[in-house]
């Protein structure tokens, strides 16, 4: 759009709904994180037996919450910084594939005897888990080699206007 042309919606307005949106998404991310732990901590009182049903579920719903509060500070950068962080995204992911893997690994281990073809096929959900986990981790590396290198060509830039 050129600068002759008008937008429908002031900028000012819509920069505005834009906040109160996030401001909202925020209190209902945390709204549901917080219902979410009364539930995990109610469910982890009545889960019978307790060990190892409970415990796992318990394990299970707090790696959930986590995602929910990553999630919800990924929002709040967005709202304070205006840019989304991939970072967040990528330790996001990271609990949601180690959380699948102890969902597997556990299910593997409690289970009752499983044919053939199921423990196969778990084997390979974590060997793929696994070489999710791997990935967002080298990807998390490279963003931060990144932004080292960024920052670092920033400094070098400003010495050398400096010296002009």
Same mark, same amino acid.
């Given at each position: 759009?050129?600068?002759?042309?008008?937008?429908?919606?002031? $900028?000012?307005?819509?920069?505005?709904?834009?906040?109160?949106?996030?401001?909202?998404?925020?209190?209902?991310?945390?709204?549901?994180?917080?219902?979410?732990?009364?539930? $995990?901590?109610?469910?982890?009182?009545?889960?019978?037996?307790?060990?190892?049903?409970?415990?796992?579920?318990?394990?299970?719903?707090?790696?959930?919450?986590?995602?929910?509060? +990553?999630?919800?500070?990924?929002?709040?950068?967005?709202? #304070?910084?205006?840019?989304?962080?991939?970072?967040?995204?990528?330790?996001?992911?990271?609990?949601?594939?180690?959380?699948?893997?102890?969902?597997?690994?556990?299910?593997?281990?409690?289970?009752? +005897?499983?044919?053939?073809?199921?423990?196969?096929?778990?084997?390979?959900?974590?060997?793929?888990?696994?070489?999710?986990?791997?990935?967002?981790?080298?990807?998390?590396?490279?963003?931060? #080699?990144?932004?080292? +290198?960024?920052?670092?060509?920033?400094?070098?830039?400003?010495?050398?206007?400096?010296?002009?």
């Amino acid at each position: 759009m050129t600068r002759s042309q008008k937008s429908i919606i002031p $900028s000012k307005w819509a920069e505005g709904m834009e906040d109160i949106f996030h401001v909202v998404l925020g209190l209902f991310l945390f709204g549901i994180a917080l219902a979410a732990l009364v539930f $995990s901590v109610i469910r982890v009182f009545t889960t019978s037996p307790f060990f190892p049903d409970g415990m796992i579920q318990a394990i299970n719903d707090i790696l959930f919450i986590i995602i929910i509060l +990553e999630i919800l500070r990924t929002v709040i950068a967005r709202y #304070t910084d205006g840019v989304f962080q991939l970072q967040n995204f990528l330790i996001i992911g990271i609990i949601a594939a180690v959380r699948h893997i102890l969902t597997v690994g556990a299910s593997m281990t409690l289970g009752a +005897e499983k044919p053939r073809e199921a423990f196969d096929r778990a084997v390979i959900e974590l060997g793929i888990s696994s070489a999710i986990v791997v990935a967002l981790v080298f990807a998390i590396f490279l963003s931060k #080699t990144a932004d080292a +290198e960024i920052k670092k060509s920033a400094r070098i830039s400003r010495g050398a206007s400096k010296k002009t």
